[in-house]
């Protein structure tokens, strides 16, 4: 197959994809930071969620959220 042709398939695959199907991209691979919604009285805390946008645990500095990614086995992404 060259090279025309494979990138035409995988252009036509991606526009296939169903919403849940894009959704689930990097499901167990991507976790995300950042800051949440609720933080109190001046102390910041931030939200991990999965790549889906399901929020897995908040965590009381950047550090631990991030840490916490990666001893689960998971590539962190800092959303702003």
Known sequence: MDHNAEKDNEVEILKALSHQDFMNV????VAYIKPHENSVAGKEH??????????I???DSYDMALETIRIN?????TVH
């Open 57 to 59: 645990s908040v965590m």
């Open 26 to 29: 990097g499901i167990d691979q």
């Open 73 to 77: 086995d998971l590539f962190p992404v």
């Open 46 to 55: 931030y939200a991990v969620h999965a790549a889906d946008g399901s929020r």
